[in-house]
């Protein structure tokens, strides 16, 4: 059994910056942070081919969210920036074995999922 464990989630004004911290044995080859706000849908935020070293995020986060990995402590990372009201969501960390563009584009259907940590953003 996979389990995901996230942390790092909390209150902060906008303006702030929080990571977030998700631990996996062993880790995926695919690793990628969603994230879902009350009434909608749940969104990509970014994923990281942990193999490759290859990660893309998405437009709505680009240039203040950064993905990283740590392989030795079989955990991945994101880093936000700048945050935002509209960035409040609870975010999840998921794992599957996409490797290349299938992962970083977060089109398909990753495998595990963990419990999911809240971020709320104030203004």
């Known amino acids: 059994q996979v389990q995901l464990v996230e942390s790092g989630g909390g209150s902060v004004q906008a303006g702030g910056s929080l990571r977030l911290s998700c631990a996996v044995s062993p880790l995926h080859a695919c690793m990628g942070w969603f994230r879902q706000a009350p009434g909608k849908e749940r969104e990509g935020v970014a994923a990281i081919d942990t193999r490759a070293g290859m990660a893309d995020s998405a437009d709505s986060v680009k240039g203040r969210f950064t993905i990283s990995q740590d392989s030795a402590k079989n955990a991945v990372y994101l880093q936000m920036n700048s945050l935002r009201p509209e960035d409040t969501a609870m975010y999840y960390c998921?794992?599957?074995?996409?490797?290349?563009?299938?992962?970083?584009?977060?089109?398909?259907?990753?495998?595990?999922w963990g419990q999911g940590t809240q971020v709320t953003v104030s203004s």
């Open positions: 998921a794992a599957a074995s996409w490797r290349g563009s299938a992962c970083i584009r977060m089109k398909w259907q990753f495998t595990y």
